[in-house]
């Protein structure tokens, strides 16, 4: 099946630094990847869109500033926390899709960001 | 009210009890519905997926689509401890973005 990583898969980090978050289709080509935030007991919060080549396109509310991402390749996206503060701790998600209309997203294990 | 509704639970049965999970929803474009199952500080992970309506069978997995009372449900046979996780219900309209439900957190007890 499809299998999609992220590295780090924890990460602790002093307020104020930056902090970079790997996506990777491992054995397919994403066209489109996603990046979501997830707080304790709640759902997935879809923070960002990103197509290979292009500008990601940020849900309302979502700091185009503060969470930068990189959608480089078909197969790698990067999410950077800018300045990270504690009250950006929380468990962030990748997914990747390989088409357009009939694929299923395929998420990745998650990266839980400490932010000291 | 939200376009995806989803019980949080919890729901807590017996080992080989069949688990009826369900979500509603209101956007009659919806033609893509999943399920995901996800474990504590784990990704979601790919259960079930059809298109339109419809029954859809995968091992003690099944998952029904009724987009005349935009009603879904996913159903577990022969439920074991390993099944103990969160369910998420989740669906989309043509290329656009998913819209989850809340998740059901479910335990299984031996």
């Known amino acids: 099946g499809a299998v999609v990583s992220q590295h780090p898969s924890w990460v602790i980090c002093k307020s104020g630094t930056s902090v970079k978050i790997e996506c990777r289709s491992l054995?397919?080509?994403?066209?489109?990847m996603f990046w979501y935030r997830q707080f304790p007991k709640q759902s997935l919060m879809l923070m960002a869109t990103?197509?290979?080549?292009?500008?990601?396109?940020?849900e309302q509310g979502v700091e185009k500033d503060k969470f930068l991402i990189n959608h480089a390749s078909l197969t790698l996206s990067t999410l950077t926390v800018t300045s990270a503060h504690p009250e950006d701790s929380s468990f962030y998600i990748c997914?990747?899709?390989?088409?357009?209309?009939?694929?299923?997203?395929?998420f990745g294990p998650g990266t839980r960001l400490t932010v000291l | 009210q939200k376009e995806v509704e989803q019980d949080p639970g919890p729901l807590s049965v017996p080992e080989g009890a069949i688990v009826s999970l369900n979500c509603t929803y209101s956007n009659s474009a919806f033609q893509y519905f999943m399920w995901y199952r996800q474990y504590s500080r784990k990704g979601p992970e790919l259960l079930m997926y059809?298109?339109?309506?419809g029954n859809k069978e995968d091992g003690r997995f099944t998952a029904q689509v009724d987009k005349s009372s935009k009603y879904i449900s996913l159903f577990i046979r022969d439920s074991q401890p390993s099944d103990s996780a969160t369910y998420l219900c989740?669906?989309?309209?043509?290329?656009?973005?998913?819209?989850f439900g809340q998740g059901t957190r479910l335990t299984i007890n031996p």
């Open positions: 989740a669906m989309r309209q043509g290329a656009q973005k998913l819209v």
């Open positions: 059809t298109y339109s309506s």
């Open positions: 054995d397919f080509q994403a066209t489109t």
């Open positions: 990103s197509n290979e080549g292009s500008k990601a396109t940020y």
């Open positions: 997914s990747a899709r390989q088409g357009l209309f009939t694929d299923t997203q395929y």
